[in-house]
């Protein structure tokens, strides 16, 4: 752990930021951006515009490291703080990593040896996970779910039986469609909340089912960043039909047979025999 002593060393320091409200960056943070030889960053103008607001003067340089540019500049950036320098790593908003850029650059310096100091600060999921009230004892963050194809929809079901509380971040753009998709998969009555702008003076939660939420989403603004959560997968919860086939036939094509399939999802999901054996049929049909 850093200490008082060692925090002039050379080091990649990966500082949080807020991810809204100015009031929650930290005086450690505040005091490493002031002290720091080079703030990498994605945008100049937004970390520019951080630092005028925190009245950091002289600025340390910064440099643009997003998620196009990380992967062909880590060895640099190594190079430079080998060489003595302290250098910052900082995103738009939040911890670098966390659906972010910064994953690749921190474990390149673990991997070759670079002391590596953490700053922690906000971070939008972890808010909107307390906020939702939903079971926080054990979660999954997924982050930004793929956008279409195959991967969307296996990611979904992946989702929808999760036992345990959900994180997703998405886009205006695209939450209302995600928040059908789950609602087709997960059904009517899985608890969801969807939180908008969090810490912003336009913060926005709407606690509810996906199915209320789904009749919503013609009230909600689509401006800014969301965060969805979604309560885990329970045996009170409806399962659709697309799921189980679909894990009808990883078991079958594991080797079991359909009887046995059928018998294990009939008892993993408390469903009736005669709904999964009917659906084990379909794909017997859909093969042939």
Do not use: W
């Not at 003067?57 to 003595?84: C, F, M, Q, S, Y």
Request: negative net charge; aromatic residues 4%; hydrophobic residues 35%.
């Amino acid at each position: 752990m850093a200490t008082e002593e060692t925090t002039r060393e050379p080091a990649l320091v990966v500082i949080g930021t807020p991810i809204g409200n100015l009031g929650d960056i930290s005086e450690r943070a505040i005091r490493e951006l002031r002290e720091v030889d080079l703030i990498c960053c994605e945008d100049t103008r937004r970390t520019g515009k951080l630092l005028n607001l925190l009245n950091i003067t002289p600025r340390p340089d910064l440099e643009v490291l997003n998620e196009h540019t990380e992967e062909k500049r880590a060895n640099e950036i190594l190079n430079r703080i080998t060489a003595g320098l302290r250098v910052a790593l900082v995103t738009d908003a939040g911890m670098p990593g966390i659906a972010d850029p910064g994953q690749y650059l921190i474990k390149s310096a673990i991997d070759h040896g670079i002391n590596l100091e953490i700053v922690p600060g906000p971070t939008a999921g972890i808010v909107a996970l307390i906020a939702s009230g939903l079971p926080s004892s054990r979660f999954v963050f997924q982050g930004f779910i793929p956008r279409k194809g195959v991967e969307r929809q296996r990611r979904i079901e992946e989702i929808a039986r999760d036992d345990k509380t959900t994180v997703i971040y998405e886009s205006g753009k695209r939450i209302e469609r995600t928040i059908e998709d789950l609602l087709n998969v997960c059904g009517d009555e899985r608890e969801a909340i969807i939180a908008r702008e969090l810490t912003k003076m336009h913060e926005e939660i709407q606690r509810g089912t996906l199915r209320h939420l789904h009749t919503k989403m013609s009230d909600i603004s689509t401006k800014g960043e969301f965060v969805l959560i979604l309560s885990g997968f329970s045996e009170d919860h409806y399962v659709s039909d697309s799921l189980l086939k679909e894990e009808l036939q990883e078991i079958i094509g594991s080797g079991k047979s359909k009887r046995d399939a059928v018998k294990e999802l009939t008892s993993k999901y408390q469903l009736s025999k005669r709904r999964v054996y009917d659906l084990s049929i379909e794909i017997s049909v859909d093969e042939t």
